[in-house]
C-alpha cells in the first residue's frame, strides 16, 4: 500500500530560513526505502511540509556526513551532486502531470512540469516568482561537513499550481507525489525514496508509484 502524508494548513507564512525549532511541530516523513545500490549507503532523511494560502512549504533535514554540492545554476543536473528531490502531482484525478523540484545541498534547483521524464517542461524563473529557499550550505563542497546534518528548507507558491495546472489547490485535496535522496556522482551512488519504486533500475519519474498526499482542512 502505498504510503499517505497529510499537508498541515497554516494560518500564517513562515520564514523558509527559520531554526529546525520552528517546524518540530510539523509532522515527519522518512525517506527510507532505498534500492539498486548494494553500498550499504542509505542516510537518513526527513521531510516535512505544510501550507498556508499562498504558499507550499518543504523542509528536508539530511543526516549526511560526506555531501557533494557543485552545481549552482537553475537548471543544473543537481541529481549528480547530493540531491533532495519533491515530486507532485496536485490533481492526480485529472491526468499525470507532475511537477519535480530536485535540490543539491546549496538550494541549488532543477524544476519541471509534465507527464513523465521524456516529456517535460523546464520551468523559468517568471514561473518560479515568489518561490525562495535557504540551504544551511552556503558555499560548494566535496567532502566532510562540520554542521552535522545539513537542511534545505523552500516555499512554491500556490499560483504556480493554478498556472500549470489551471486549477486552484483547496484544502482537503487529493494530492500524490514522493520524495527522494539521491547522490550519482557522490562518492557512494545512492537513490532512496518515500514511496517504494517498483523497477528494476533507478526511475523516479514513475508516478503510478506516487504515495497520497492530502492538504489539510
Given at each position: 500500500m502505498?504510503?499517505r502524508?497529510?499537508?498541515?494548513?497554516?494560518?500564517?507564512?513562515?520564514?523558509?530560513?527559520?531554526?529546525?525549532?520552528?517546524?518540530?511541530?510539523?509532522?515527519?516523513l522518512?525517506?527510507?526505502?532505498?534500492?539498486?545500490?548494494?553500498n550499504?549507503?542509505?542516510?537518513?532523511?526527513?521531510?516535512?511540509?505544510?501550507?498556508?494560502?499562498?504558499?507550499?512549504?518543504?523542509?528536508?533535514?539530511v543526516?549526511?556526513?560526506?555531501?557533494?554540492?557543485?552545481?549552482?545554476?537553475?537548471?543544473?543536473?543537481?541529481?549528480?551532486?547530493s540531491?533532495?528531490?519533491?515530486?507532485?502531482?496536485?490533481?492526480?484525478?485529472?491526468?499525470?502531470?507532475?511537477?519535480?523540484f530536485?535540490?543539491?545541498?546549496?538550494?541549488?534547483?532543477?524544476?519541471?512540469?509534465g507527464?513523465?521524464?521524456?516529456?517535460?517542461r523546464?520551468l523559468?524563473?517568471?514561473?518560479?516568482?515568489?518561490?525562495?529557499?535557504?540551504?544551511?550550505?552556503?558555499?560548494?563542497?566535496?567532502?566532510?561537513?562540520?554542521?552535522?546534518?545539513?537542511?534545505?528548507?523552500?516555499?512554491?507558491?500556490?499560483?504556480?499550481?493554478?498556472?500549470v495546472?489551471g486549477?486552484?489547490?483547496?484544502?482537503g485535496?487529493r494530492?500524490?507525489g514522493?520524495?527522494?535522496?539521491?547522490?550519482d556522482?557522490?562518492?557512494?551512488?545512492?537513490?532512496?525514496?518515500?514511496?517504494?519504486?517498483?523497477?528494476?533500475?533507478?526511475d523516479?519519474?514513475?508516478?503510478?508509484?506516487?504515495?497520497?498526499l492530502?492538504?489539510?482542512?
Open positions: 502505498a504510503p502524508y497529510e499537508i498541515v494548513r497554516v494560518r500564517k507564512d513562515i520564514d523558509v530560513g527559520a531554526p529546525p525549532a520552528a517546524w518540530r511541530g510539523i509532522p515527519s522518512a525517506v527510507g526505502y532505498y534500492k539498486w545500490m548494494a550499504g549507503y542509505e542516510p537518513g532523511v526527513e521531510a516535512r511540509l505544510c501550507y498556508s494560502a499562498r504558499f507550499l512549504y518543504v523542509r528536508f533535514e543526516e549526511e556526513k560526506r555531501v557533494r554540492a557543485r552545481f549552482t545554476r537553475l537548471q543544473d543536473p543537481v541529481y549528480k551532486d540531491c533532495v528531490e519533491f515530486f507532485v502531482n496536485a490533481f492526480p484525478d485529472v491526468g499525470r502531470d507532475y511537477l519535480n530536485e535540490a543539491n545541498a546549496l538550494g541549488t534547483f532543477l524544476a519541471a512540469f507527464p513523465d521524464r521524456d516529456h517535460r523546464p523559468a524563473e517568471a514561473d518560479l516568482r515568489g518561490f525562495r529557499a535557504k540551504a544551511s550550505l552556503a558555499a560548494p563542497v566535496d567532502g566532510e561537513i562540520a554542521e552535522g546534518p545539513w537542511a534545505l528548507a523552500y516555499r512554491i507558491p500556490i499560483a504556480l499550481f493554478r498556472t495546472y486549477r486552484e489547490v483547496e484544502p485535496q494530492a500524490a514522493n520524495f527522494y535522496k539521491c547522490g556522482e557522490t562518492e557512494f551512488p545512492h537513490y532512496g525514496a518515500w514511496s517504494p519504486v517498483g523497477t528494476p533500475r533507478p523516479f519519474h514513475r508516478p503510478e508509484f506516487f504515495g497520497s492530502v492538504f489539510g482542512r
